[in-house]
């Protein structure tokens, strides 16, 4: 592949709302551009894009494909990106590293959640931002309010590039607004270019007017020759949306069937006609911003690394200044290492295309890296400065998975087997918890856990189980207790003797309150320390259910000593025997973590949502409107929120999403608490 020069890079990220047809769009986009000879099908789980077993089987996309194509003269790097919120980190790894983003719409439904969180992303980056609608091939639709979603939802000014002469399933032609002309399709290809036919005449000079009204009102010389003349030239609504496009104050949209190829070469040709190059468009980033330049040290990010059986890593990276050349030496800010990139790619799909050099702003890939992973910056030498600003942004987890293997030896494996995957995929946290004695992975929903866990299986040959977590139960009281006890141990030897007095109390002020109210000298005070640290040890394991016990206080008031036998391990035991029998005198309680939970769906959705929240014990905290999107806002124990991404898709046709985050600790209802405690004691019992 010859090298380009920055200013003929376009690089675009494909987004939207799971099934609006992403992936489509970029076969018909490569068979366009001739890159591909026929264009493959979700459904035959043949397309460019979706390369891997996984996808395949499951006919999703579950990971950022980078597809680049020549296409006069300009190399136009494609990035699609999965649908799916559970996927939501490969938007969040890739979208910030393209100039422009191009957003599906489904003509049957309008704008949904996916892709408006996608626009927000990108208005947030200063991102161009384009839309694609979709499906005009299917019966009974209205466009118009598909359309005008779009703009009222968003809040932007639309500019309309093209729109379909007919919709439904014999569907074959659409209007070129800024051309004036009517394009017909056979075969997933433009076959002519006419006149627009008079029963579209209207609608097409109504379309140009929207547009040129669009274009005028970024400018003001351009708005002042609109309001005197009353149109605009050609040339001058091509500039000038080249211009407003760039700057972000103009939001073209498409329409077409990208099954059939209709109305996919118009988004080609304007892709490489006026979408920003990374020349024309400053890169911001989260808290910072990156102007590319070619005359400057190397700077190279890692965004992306995929995993193919037949290549091993694959390291997609973007160069953000300077040029980096087959077999560069570039050093690592977060290995602090020396890498040597050796052949350098172009990819399209899991296909690779040697290229000698990446210029400014060019998105290509290499192997064999040692010490690499995704978010990783490269800069010419040890000594280079690096940005003091987040490059990604990962979207927070929302479930929590416990991993095991299928034997004891797996087991031992999972954790190093998850920080191997954790180089393709960072969006996902792991980390061992002491207290509940598991393996944690946080991801972005439950599907994200099992693609985890098939990787796992598929690259390591290891099998992983995906068990649900414990929850960390807390234990505390609610009233108050007097213990004594009195540890006496001999053994022909040296006895064991302590005697202590405690008065357990609860204590919302902190977790935990030891006072030393001996008078007298009845213990010594070299004992006093054993016998808080004999309480605080039954602390950490709990007393009525096994879990970690809080918010009470503790005063030793009285106890005796003897004066061979006392010993510090005889006052902790005291202590300890002492804590247990006053914990269960005084009235003792379980607490479960409470999550505040929101969740964003389509307003007919609300009141089903509410329903189920209620039906897991949840608490509603209201409601907030956003567009024709209802905000549902609730407290959940965290035990009822396992398993929720799933059955929240399923009830809104995966048209909803949610956050949640911790909120606090509430008691147990007691036929809850009761269950916990029994089964806590016949645990014991075995």
């Not at 990106?81 to 980190?89: E, N």
């Not at 190829?261 to 468009?281: E, I, M, Q, R, T």
Request: glycine share 8%; net charge negative; hydrophobic share 40%.
């Amino acid at each position: 592949m010859v090298a380009y020069a920055t200013e003929n890079l376009r690089n675009v990220c494909i987004a939207g709302h799971g099934t609006s047809g992403k992936t489509t769009l970029m076969e018909s986009i490569l068979f366009h551009a001739e890159a591909v000879n026929r264009q493959g099908t979700v459904e035959d789980a043949n397309t460019v894009s979706d390369f891997t077993e996984e996808e395949r089987n499951r006919g999703i996309s579950i990971s950022a494909s980078i597809n680049s194509v020549d296409y006069k003269k300009n190399l136009l790097t494609f990035i699609d990106t999965p649908g799916y919120f559970d996927f939501a980190g490969e938007v969040a790894s890739t979208l910030p590293f393209c100039e422009s983003v191009l957003l599906t719409v489904k003509g049957s439904t309008g704008l949904d959640v996916g892709t408006e969180n996608a626009f927000n992303t990108a208005k947030k980056l200063g991102k161009s931002a384009a839309f694609f609608v979709t499906e005009i091939d299917r019966d009974n639709l209205d466009l118009d309010s598909a359309y005008n979603s779009i703009g009222k939802d968003l809040e932007i000014t639309l500019a309309p590039i093209t729109f379909p002469a007919d919709i439904g399933q014999s569907a074959d032609s659409i209007i070129d607004i800024f051309k004036g002309k009517l394009v017909k399709y056979s075969n997933g290809k433009r076959v002519s270019v006419e006149e627009i036919p008079s029963q579209y005449a209207e609608k097409a000079a109504e379309l140009k007017e929207k547009l040129m009204e669009a274009v005028a009102e970024t400018d003001e010389a351009l708005m002042e020759k609109y309001f005197e003349n009353g149109e605009l030239t050609d040339e001058e609504v091509n500039k000038g949306l080249a211009v407003a496009f760039s700057q972000g104050s103009i939001y073209p949209v498409f329409f077409g069937a990208a099954n059939k190829g209709v109305g996919v070469d118009c988004v080609l040709n304007a892709v490489a006609d006026w979408f920003p190059s990374p020349l024309n468009k400053t890169a911001k980033f989260f808290g910072g911003e990156i102007k590319m330049k070619k005359e400057a040290p190397v700077r190279a990010f890692i965004f992306k690394v995929n995993s193919i059986p037949q290549f091993g890593e694959v390291y997609v990276f973007k160069v953000l200044q300077g040029e980096i050349k087959e077999g560069a030496d570039v050093y690592n800010t977060d290995s602090s290492s020396f890498e040597k990139f050796g052949q350098l790619f172009a990819l399209k799909g899991k296909d690779r295309t040697v290229i000698n050099s990446l210029s400014t702003g060019q998105i290509g890939a290499t192997v064999k890296l040692k010490y690499s992973k995704t978010g990783d910056l490269f800069t010419s030498g040890k000594n280079d400065p690096v940005f003091d600003f987040k490059l990604i942004e990962w979207p927070e987890a929302i479930v929590r998975g416990a991993f095991l293997g299928s034997s004891k030896e797996d087991t031992d494996k999972v954790a190093t087997a998850l920080r191997k995957v954790q180089v393709e995929d960072a969006s996902f946290k792991v980390f061992a918890d002491p207290e509940l004695k598991q393996l944690f992975v946080d991801g972005l929903g439950e599907l994200h856990l099992e693609v985890i866990a098939k990787k796992i299986k598929n690259q390591l040959g290891i099998d992983v189980k995906i068990v649900e977590p414990r929850i960390p139960y807390r234990e505390t009281i609610r009233g108050k207790a007097e213990s004594r006890y009195r540890h006496k141990k001999q053994s022909g030897g040296a006895g064991e003797f302590a005697e202590v007095n405690i008065i357990l109390e609860p204590n919302q002020q902190s977790e935990f309150e030891f006072v030393d109210a001996i008078v007298g000298g009845v213990i010594s005070n070299r004992f006093i320390p054993a016998v808080e640290k004999g309480i605080r040890e039954i602390l950490t394991e709990g007393v009525v259910a096994g879990c970690k016990f809080i918010n009470c206080k503790v005063t030793l008031n009285d106890g005796k000593e003897h004066p061979v036998d006392s010993k510090e391990i005889a006052f902790k035991k005291a202590a300890a025997m002492a804590f247990k029998d006053a914990v269960k005198r005084a009235k003792p309680i379980i607490l479960e973590p409470i999550y505040d939970v929101s969740v964003k769906v389509p307003e007919e959705f609300a009141g089903s949502v509410m329903g189920d929240i209620s039906s897991r014990r949840g608490k509603p905290q209201g409601m907030d409107s956003e567009g024709k999107y209802t905000i549902v806002k609730a407290q959940v124990p965290l035990k009822e929120i396992h398993g929720y991404s799933t059955q929240i898709r399923s009830m809104t046709n995966g048209r909803g999403t949610y956050t949640m985050s911790f909120s606090h600790y509430d008691p147990v209802p007691g036929e809850i608490q009761k269950k916990i405690m029994d089964e806590y004691e016949a645990s014991r019992e075995q």
